[in-house]
Structures are given as C-alpha cells and as structure tokens.
C-alpha cells in the first residue's frame, strides 16, 4: 500500500504553532508519538486531494504554501479532537479550511497552478432563442 503524498510535516505544526498542539499526539505516558503525527497528516492530505482534485491533477507538481497552512490546520484538529483537547480556535481554522477547499472544488478559489486539460471555469449560462409568442403584451390584447 502505498503512501498518500503529504502537503505538511510535523515541522510545519511546530513552526506554525508550537510543541503544545502535539498533545494530542501523546502517549499515556506523555511522549508524543510520531506515528500519530503522520497519521494525522496523512489524512488530512487525503481530504485536501478529495477537493483539490476536482479541479487538479494529482499529484501536484508544486504544494502551494496556502495548502501547507490548512494541511497543518486540519491535522491539528484531527489530534486534538479525539483527545478532546480541542480549543474553539481550532475548530475555527478547521472549518475555514474546509470551506476553502470547498469553495476550491466549486471554481470559487484557486491555487493559481494549472486547472485539469481540458477544464474550463464555471461560466454562466446564456441561452437566446426566439421573441416570446405569449408575452404579457402580446396576450393583453386577446
């Protein structure tokens, strides 16, 4: 089984927010265990690419840092949620993340890589045809 591609590391969580928000990564004995850090990333990348890849092919050539961010967000809130070491701020970020990858998926957001050949961006649809036979003004008169 191979490996999804991460967009963060746990150098990223630390950087970004500090040893603290790894305690959801401990063990009973307090000692943070690594293998949950991956874990946590791993499935927050795979969430990434269930939105970026409505638009994208995958895997990326380059990680834009906007998807570090809400990878390390994401996986932060995977640890510390089951541990219910959670904090409102968290879940915040947590949202916002999804709703931009949502907005991502839907063509609302972008990257700024290359969309999927042959993909185009949402347009409006426009339809004309021909005059109204049975208008207001055209029926006033029967």
Wanted: aromatic share 4%; charged share 25%.
């Amino acid at each position: 089984m191979c490996r999804p591609l991460m967009y963060a590391t746990r150098e990223d969580i630390v950087s970004r927010f500090g040893e603290d928000v790894l305690i959801g990564a401990a063990d009973a004995d307090g000692l943070i265990v690594d293998a949950r850090i991956t874990a946590a990333l791993e499935a927050a990348s795979a969430e990434i690419n269930s939105y970026v890849g409505v638009r994208h092919t995958l895997p990326l050539t380059s990680v834009p840092p906007i998807l570090v961010e809400h990878c390390v967000v994401m996986a932060i809130y995977k640890l510390n949620s089951g541990a219910d070491m959670g904090t409102e701020d968290m879940e915040t970020r947590n949202k916002q993340a999804l709703g931009w990858l949502k907005d991502l998926s839907n063509g609302r957001a972008t990257l700024g890589l290359d969309s999927k050949p042959g993909q185009k961006s949402p347009r409006p649809v426009v339809t004309t045809g021909t005059p109204r036979q049975f208008s207001r003004h055209a029926m006033r008169e029967l």
